[in-house]
């Protein structure tokens, strides 16, 4: 996987699927059972077995860590929930300046188990690598202002565009705390890392390289070329380009749009990620297996391939279609 992010030839595609750690898996739905997800989410012996969960069951290329994007803003004191069924909720949404005094820098001394469990996990994985990731700044601040998830953003779109000092003091502080987060992980053992900006694809361009840029940019020059960058956003067809040069090796490409287009945006210059629908997985078997064959041969044309989804697995997708999906990329050298 590491070789193919850094743009190498590897024995085969490489392929992990995002989410792949629980959702969908019969194993990881007894773990954690009665447990809340935040509450999973800083318990390093469970965070280990529900992130090898999936290498033992499809034979991934990559572990991806057990986590949530907002993990680190609950580290720092925000008052936060994963509320099932709905996803993260604020208790006070961020709205005035004074609001910065409620959301401190993040050190390493505020996240003890993610590097307990990291270096658990590569002391397991040994040659398969261990994906670090955290949410991008964008994301992690229409969460505060929107206080959970939103359709139309438009809390933060009219914070970003009334008050643009305050929100990119915001995203700086954002920035920061994902970039130490990330780099905790790396220096626990972590072979990659991937920067998700979920909600960004509901920016035009000039907004994103007005508001957004600056800060993952910043992210991603924090973190280095000490192991390769994947950044990924949902709808995000028009930004591709912006955020590859934004400090990416790896570009993850949703499944909205083909690989051929995205390595065409991109100028063949980074490797790709992607991109099979999560919704085909319920179709029948030789659908599927048209539709991968396809993203392979598409990925080809890029430096180098991960085969992934273009989002994340799921919950109701039976787990062996996508042991299926991962025999079948390996047979495709």
Same mark, same amino acid.
């Given at each position: 996987?590491?070789?193919?992010?850094?743009?190498? #030839?590897?024995? &085969?595609?490489? +392929?992990?699927?995002? @989410?792949?750690?629980?959702?969908?898996?019969?194993?990881?739905?007894?773990?954690?059972?009665?447990?809340?997800?935040?509450?999973? !989410?800083?318990?390093?012996?469970?965070?280990?077995?529900? %992130?090898?969960?999936? +290498?033992? @069951? &499809?034979?991934?290329?990559?572990?991806?860590?057990?986590?949530?994007?907002?993990?680190?803003?609950?580290?720092?004191?925000?008052?936060?929930?994963?509320?099932?069924?709905?996803?993260?909720?604020?208790?006070?949404?961020?709205?005035?300046?004074?609001?910065?005094?409620?959301?401190?820098?993040?050190?390493?001394?505020?996240?003890?188990?993610?590097?307990? $469990?990291?270096?658990?996990?590569?002391?397991?994985?040994?040659?398969?690598?261990?994906?670090?990731?955290?949410?991008?700044? =964008? #994301?992690?601040?229409?969460?505060?202002?929107?206080?959970?998830?939103?359709?139309?953003?438009?809390? %933060?779109?009219?914070?970003? &565009?009334?008050?643009?000092?305050?929100?990119?003091?915001? !995203?700086? @502080?954002?920035?920061?705390?994902?970039?130490?987060?990330?780099?905790?992980?790396?220096?626990? /053992?972590?072979?990659?890392?991937?920067? =998700?900006?979920?909600?960004?694809? $509901?920016?035009?361009?000039?907004?994103?390289?007005?508001?957004?840029?600056?800060?993952?940019?910043? +992210?991603?020059?924090?973190?280095?070329?000490?192991?390769?960058?994947? &950044?990924? /956003?949902?709808?995000?067809?028009?930004?591709?380009?912006?955020?590859?040069?934004?400090?990416?090796?790896?570009?993850?490409?949703?499944?909205?749009?083909?690989?051929?287009?995205?390595?065409?945006?991109?100028?063949?210059?980074?490797?790709?990620? /992607?991109?099979?629908?999560?919704?085909?997985? =319920?179709?029948?078997?030789?659908?599927?297996?048209?539709?991968?064959?396809?993203?392979?041969?598409?990925?080809?044309?890029?430096?180098?391939?991960?085969?992934?989804?273009?989002?994340?697995?799921?919950?109701? #997708?039976?787990?062996?279609?996508?042991?299926?999906?991962?025999?079948?990329?390996?047979?495709?050298?």
């Amino acid at each position: 996987m590491v070789t193919a992010a850094r743009g190498g #030839t590897a024995r &085969h595609t490489p +392929v992990w699927f995002m @989410r792949q750690a629980g959702r969908s898996l019969p194993e990881y739905k007894k773990v954690r059972e009665g447990i809340p997800m935040l509450e999973s !989410c800083v318990m390093p012996e469970l965070v280990h077995e529900i %992130t090898m969960q999936p +290498v033992r @069951r &499809h034979d991934v290329d990559a572990a991806i860590l057990f986590s949530d994007i907002v993990v680190p803003l609950k580290a720092v004191g925000v008052d936060l929930d994963i509320v099932a069924g709905t996803g993260p909720v604020v208790a006070e949404p961020f709205a005035t300046r004074a609001d910065l005094d409620r959301i401190p820098e993040l050190t390493p001394e505020h996240v003890p188990y993610i590097t307990e $469990a990291v270096g658990s996990l590569v002391a397991e994985l040994g040659a398969t690598p261990l994906i670090g990731f955290s949410g991008a700044p =964008f #994301t992690l601040a229409s969460y505060l202002v929107e206080g959970g998830p939103s359709k139309n953003h438009e809390r %933060t779109k009219a914070l970003m &565009h009334g008050d643009p000092a305050l929100w990119s003091d915001l !995203c700086a @502080r954002l920035a920061q705390i994902a970039a130490t987060f990330l780099q905790v992980q790396i220096e626990a /053992g972590a072979s990659a890392v991937q920067l =998700f900006d979920s909600w960004v694809g $509901a920016l035009p361009r000039a907004d994103y390289l007005r508001f957004v840029e600056p800060h993952s940019r910043a +992210v991603l020059e924090a973190v280095g070329e000490r192991v390769p960058r994947i &950044h990924f /956003g949902v709808g995000t067809g028009e930004l591709l380009a912006d955020m590859a040069a934004a400090g990416a090796d790896v570009i993850g490409v949703d499944y909205r749009v083909s690989l051929t287009d995205a390595v065409a945006r991109t100028r063949g210059q980074y490797a790709v990620q /992607g991109n099979l629908d999560p919704a085909l997985l =319920f179709a029948p078997w030789p659908v599927i297996e048209e539709r991968v064959r396809a993203i392979v041969a598409e990925g080809r044309q890029a430096p180098g391939h991960i085969f992934n989804l273009g989002h994340g697995v799921l919950p109701t #997708t039976d787990p062996t279609v996508l042991t299926r999906v991962v025999e079948l990329v390996h047979s495709l050298a």
